[in-house]
């Protein structure tokens, strides 16, 4: 009956029109309507993961029955403020802040709605108006959807330990009336041309708007936008869940978590002491597929140069193990204990550009070594601008195109701790990783033998690897990535004083 009356009062948003000629403002809620979830539990969860601890998570996983039946049963107002009181209290805002720009951006992504994004996206004036914390969508609406300003719930901060309380501030949380209220104040005697929403709780702020449409598809039906639709390539992000926890997913994973971290001890620790042509065969006997494609060049008493795009930590030992050999590597960023434990010598770069070259020189000597000239790891399909000292040193190239499947962690961190990187890796019920040996650089694609210069050697390998893998080049660095998601510019020191702080 409510849902006819809705129709009655509200057409669908299939039905509204907006004239590229005559665009017009817009008042649109989020969750349900420029989302196809109508659920932010999912987003919550990921905060208090990602900005808390699993710890948190899972006390909110246990509190979700609690928050449903509050919901249903009492007011949506309610349930909201539960999820930021377990979610939220006792956190610092920076954490929260950093996790809604580097981790919740890439599930929000893949839950736009196209038919209400393609509404909104045609509109000059673009508002938000949403029951969840401004804190937690904002960058996502403003960098992504092109939203001009977000209108939500403000949460109280403690000015003394910059920790959010768990309470909110006044009026409260935005549903109902303080919805209209809202928009009201942002507007004034400006009325938005449309007003969009998807339940009973948005009426009152859709009832001031000249024209109020509902999104009435179900989720189920309803079609995502495409990613490349968004207003900014989604190329970095940061978080261990690979699948958004939905209360079923979140519950899969606890379950799974201690079984998970003791199939990575073995996964680890039983094939740590054995040789790379042995692991190559142990791994599927532990549930690890490795995929091997092309053929390394044989070798010789000249060390070969394995230069590939970087995965996770683990590429040069996965390289050693599709060589059936050791090989050198040279890293930055990784602790002292990560390289003890390494199976394959594991060498510090320094960042100085003539040390590392009579370093790596030195270790070329000796034998072969895997280098990742990106400088740091890069989850989407896409290449970050190669380092061209590589070029230098050697004509002896092996581009070799890496790529994994994760199913539910990811075997990578920016704000996390990196000694774990290996293990979230193996914790994954089944992960696999592609390795593609590319032909050795013909002599003429060299700098000493072909007079090219280090640059274009190094965006030759790049695009050779891009094509292999169907990624896409770019000219994005280690700085971008860690000033985007870590609030810093990747320097070791730099990192560390963050975190002190």
Known sequence: MAKTAAVARFPSIEKCEVSDANPQSIAADLDGTLLISRSSFPYFMLVAIEAGSLLRGLILLLAFPLIAVAYIFVSEALAIRMLIYISFSGVKVRDIELA?????????????????????????????????????????????????????TEIEVDPKTGKATGFVKKPGVLVGKWKKLGVLKEFGDEKPGIGIGDRESD????????????????????????????????????????????????????????????????????????????VRY????????????????????????????????????????????????????????????????????????????????????KGDLVVCPEGTTCREPYLLRFSALFAELSDRIVPVAMDVKQSMFNGTTVRG??????????????????????????????CKAGGKSSFEVANHVQRLLADSLGFECTQLTRKDKYT??????????????????
């Open 100 to 152: 809604a720009r580097a981790v919740l951006p890439r599930f929000y992504a893949t839950d736009v709605r196209e038919d209400s994004f393609s509404v909104f996206d045609k509109c000059k004036r673009k508002v938000i108006i949403t029951a969840n914390p401004t804190i937690m969508v904002e960058p996502f609406v403003k960098e992504y959807l092109g939203g001009d300003k977000v209108i939500g």
């Open 203 to 278: 009426h009152d702020f859709m009832s001031i708007c000249k024209d109020g449409y509902m999104v009435l598809l179900p989720s189920k039906r309803a079609k995502p936008l495409p990613l490349d639709r968004l207003k900014s390539r989604l190329i970095f992000h940061d978080g261990r869940l690979v699948q958004r926890p939905t209360p079923l997913n979140a519950l899969i994973t606890y379950i799974w978590l201690p079984l998970g971290f003791a199939l990575c001890l073995l996964r680890v620790y039983f094939n740590l002491p054995l040789p790379e042509r042995i």
């Open 282 to 365: 142990t791994y599927p006997m532990l549930g690890i597929k490795l995929v091997i494609k092309g053929k390394p060049p044989t070798p010789d008493s000249k060390g070969n140069l394995y230069v590939c795009n970087h995965r996770t930590a683990l590429d040069p030992i996965i390289i050693a193990i599709a060589l059936g050999r050791k090989v050198s590597c040279v890293t930055y960023s990784v602790s002292k204990l990560s390289r003890f434990q390494s199976p394959i010598p594991a060498v510090a770069l320094t960042r100085n550009r003539e040390a590392d070259a009579a370093m790596i020189k030195a270790l070329l000597e």
């Open 417 to 446: 701790v990196k000694f774990w990187d290996p293990y979230f890796y193996f914790m994954n019920p089944r992960p696999t990783y592609e390795v593609t040996f590319l032909e050795r650089l013909p002599e003429e694609m060299t």
């Open 484 to 501: 985007l998601l870590g609030g810093n510019d990747g320097k070791v020191e730099s990192m560390y004083s963050k975190k002190g702080n």
